[in-house]
């Protein structure tokens, strides 16, 4: 049998950061709380709990917490239908769901659905932060629920729905343009002029290159991990970059920036991608996510 007492305390050490705080959401001493992971850690001959400021999960201990995610939506759906299972006296523990979403997505759309959703319940929400292409990977190991993706195909054990394309424009200010190309927009001036790039795992200034000038180009680039900043850097003339419509249409209206080739988009599709496990417990988050992506996003083609 598992020991779900020791496992709640590994789900909040985690989820608090600390074993005193885990420790006083759970009415307890630290040293109980330490003494239940320590337990479990041997039991399963495995450390679930990288101690540290925060504590982190392990691997195994990120498999624990997202079954306990999984034990709680399933305990708060049974005591609405029974809730003499409950001490009415006792504080009602409130679940934590982990989803992942794009920067860019949180940053246009994403953020309105997942509010709309807390406001119908009490859940709380783990917004995890990857690349379009990379959020699949956090399903596929269990890290989270729920998903936006570029992936179409569903992942083993998920339900996929299309959302529609988050569409970008290449976009740089006037100045930036004067001083970069003057000429026009070729693969030699775009192989001198400052690209902005939020990491390692963005492709869209190549995958826009290619699609618009039909080859690749090694680009030099400012690393600017922001959504927000991609605007206020274009906008500044540090370099240019992808940015999505929806933060950067009153600009292009007002002059304020340009698109490098007028009407040369780039429109990436993106899906809804739900572990089954709990598709019937995210149900009213998955139809909020299809509903706004619908009336922000572009048709994918």
């Not at 988009?265 to 149900?283: E, G, H, I, M, Y």
């Amino acid at each position: 049998m598992i020991d779900y007492p020791a496992a709640r305390a590994v789900a909040l050490v985690v989820q608090t950061g600390s074993f005193e705080k885990a420790a006083a959401a759970l009415n307890v001493t630290p040293s109980a709380v330490s003494q239940r992971v320590k337990q479990l850690e041997e039991r399963l001959g495995a450390v679930l709990v990288e101690r540290g400021t925060p504590c982190t999960a392990t691997e195994k201990g990120e498999w624990l917490c997202r079954h306990m995610d999984h034990v709680g939506l399933l305990e708060r759906e049974l005591t609405a239908h029974l809730p003499g299972l409950v001490d009415p006296t006792a504080p009602v523990p409130r679940v934590t769901l982990a989803v992942a979403a794009n920067a860019d997505s949180l940053g246009t759309w994403f953020l309105a659905a997942a509010s709309a959703f807390t406001q119908g319940c009490d859940h709380l929400l783990n917004i995890i932060i990857d690349d379009q292409d990379h959020t699949a990977d956090w399903l596929r190991r269990g890290r989270v629920l729920a998903a936006v993706t570029s992936l179409e195909r569903p992942i083993q054990g998920c339900r996929v729905t299309a959302l529609g394309a988050l569409r970008y424009h290449a976009t740089a200010s006037p100045d930036f343009m004067a001083r970069h190309f003057a000429d026009g927009v070729t693969p030699e001036a775009l192989a001198q002029a400052p690209a902005l790039t939020f990491n390692q795992k963005d492709r869209l200034q190549h995958d826009w290159i290619r699609r618009t000038l039909g080859r690749d180009v090694v680009l030099p680039t400012h690393w600017l991990p922001s959504t927000q900043g991609f605007v206020d850097g274009a906008l500044a003339g540090m370099g240019w970059g992808m940015n999505p419509t929806q933060l950067v249409r009153g600009h292009l209206d007002a002059g304020r920036l340009v698109e490098l080739v007028p009407g040369a988009v780039l429109d990436v599709p993106l899906f809804w991608q739900v572990s089954r496990l709990a598709a019937d417990q995210l149900a009213d988050l998955s139809r909020r996510v299809v509903a706004t992506a619908k009336r922000e996003l572009v048709s994918a083609t």
